[in-house]
C-alpha cells in the first residue's frame, strides 16, 4: 500500500495560504497533488485527482487532515471554486465526485475546455488521431490492439462535465494570475500567487513532463514546450514551486535550464541513433533504440516521447522524409525520416 506525505501548508508573499493534498492517482503508485487556495478570493480546489482507486478518499483525508494539523476546518461543501489546470485525467477525473457535494463554479483554459464539456467527443477525435499516428510511425498491426487498449485504460470512467467559465492566458483573478504554457497539454496553466508558482506538469521536480507529438493534439509537442519554458524564465520573482507532482521546486530557474538541458540530450540521442544507423527510420524503431526495455503502458509513452523529439527534429529542419514516393501513393505509410544533411 502506497504512503503518502501529509498535508502541507504554504504561505505565499501575497498573503494565500495554499495547502497541497497528496492522492494516489492511480493504483500503480502514481501520486500527485490537488490544492486548496484560501486568500484568493472564494476558497479554491485546484484540480481534483483522477476519480480512480483511492484518489477521492485520499483527497477528503487531506480536507481532513488541514483540520487536524493547522486548525482550519474545511470540507467539499465550503470549495466555491474549481481550477483544473489541464486537461489530463489525473487532474478532472475527481471532478464529478466533487461536484455531487458542492456547486462550485469550474474553471479551464479554453483550449481544454471540450476536454471536459464535450469528454466523449474528444476521446473519438483523439483516439482517431493516435490510429492515425501509429500508422505513420509504424506500428505493426498486431501491436495496435494492445495500444488502444493502454491509451483507453483509464477513460471509461469519466463523461462530460459543464464548465462555469474559461481561463485566458496572462488573466488575473482575485490575486491568481494565470499563465499558458501549453506543450504537455494544450490548455496547461501555471498559477502564480506572489513569490509560489503552482507549475503544475509544467515543471516537475524530478522529472521532465512527458511531451507527445503536436501530430496527434493540437497545441502540444516539444516547440510548444520549448517556448513555454522560455516563457516562464521570464518571469521573476518566484521563490517557490509547486508541482502537480514530486516534490517542492526551490530553485525554479535552475530546474528549467535542466529540464531543457535533458530534451537537448534527447535530440542529441536521436540524431546519433540516426548517424549510427546509416539508413532511414520509423518512429517506432527509433523509439525502440532510445528506450530498449520499456514495457505496458511506457511503451506508448516511450512513442509519444520519441516522437514528439523526432517531430521537433523535422520541424526544425534537421530530418527529412525519405519516402516522400510511398507517401504519395499510398493512403498512410510510415514514414522514414533520414538526417538533413
Not at 493540437?218 to 514530486?246: C, F, P, Q, T
Request: aromatic content about 8%.
Amino acid at each position: 500500500m502506497t504512503n503518502l506525505p501529509p498535508v502541507e501548508r504554504f504561505t505565499s508573499s501575497s498573503g494565500v495560504d495554499i495547502y497541497r493534498l497528496p492522492m494516489l492517482l492511480f493504483p500503480s503508485d502514481f501520486t500527485g497533488h490537488a490544492f486548496i487556495l484560501d486568500g484568493a478570493g472564494p476558497l479554491t480546489l485546484v484540480d481534483t485527482g483522477s476519480g480512480m482507486g483511492r484518489s477521492n478518499q485520499d483527497l477528503l483525508d487531506g480536507f481532513r487532515q488541514i483540520g487536524e494539523r493547522y486548525g482550519k476546518t474545511i470540507t467539499l461543501g465550503d470549495i466555491k471554486r474549481i481550477i483544473i489546470t489541464h486537461g489530463h485525467i489525473d487532474h478532472f477525473g475527481g471532478l464529478a465526485f466533487v461536484l455531487e457535494q458542492t456547486d462550485a463554479a469550474v474553471g479551464i483554459h479554453e483550449l481544454d475546455l471540450r476536454v471536459l464539456t464535450n469528454y466523449e467527443e474528444r476521446v473519438i477525435v483523439a483516439t482517431k488521431a493516435l490510429g492515425i499516428y501509429f500508422d505513420r510511425a509504424g506500428i505493426a498491426p498486431s501491436q495496435r490492439e494492445a495500444l488502444f487498449s493502454m491509451y483507453g485504460f483509464a477513460k471509461k470512467h469519466v463523461t462530460s462535465i459543464a464548465v462555469d467559465f474559461s481561463i485566458e492566458d496572462e488573466q488575473i483573478i482575485d490575486g491568481m494570475e494565470f499563465i499558458h504554457t501549453p506543450g504537455h497539454c494544450p490548455g496547461q496553466v501555471c498559477i502564480r500567487l506572489g513569490d509560489i508558482l503552482l507549475s503544475a506538469d509544467h515543471v516537475l521536480s524530478r522529472t521532465t513532463p512527458h511531451q507527445s507529438p503536436e501530430s496527434i493534439t493540437h497545441y502540444m509537442g516539444l516547440d510548444h514546450y520549448a517556448d513555454s519554458l522560455r516563457k516562464l524564465l521570464r518571469v521573476e520573482g518566484i521563490e517557490l514551486a509547486l508541482g502537480s507532482h514530486e516534490d517542492a521546486i526551490h530553485d525554479l530557474y535552475g530546474r528549467i535550464n535542466a529540464i531543457r538541458a535533458s530534451h537537448n540530450r534527447k535530440l542529441d540521442r536521436i540524431r546519433k541513433i540516426m548517424r549510427d544507423q546509416g539508413a532511414p527510420m520509423t518512429i517506432v524503431e527509433i523509439s525502440q533504440a532510445m528506450y530498449p526495455d520499456v514495457e505496458g503502458y511506457h511503451i506508448l509513452l516511450a512513442l509519444e516521447e520519441a516522437g514528439a523529439h523526432i517531430e521537433y527534429l523535422y520541424q526544425h529542419g534537421q530530418l527529412s522524409i525519405a519516402n516522400l514516393k510511398q507517401i504519395e501513393a499510398e493512403p498512410n505509410p510510415a514514414i522514414l525520416y533520414e538526417l538533413h544533411d
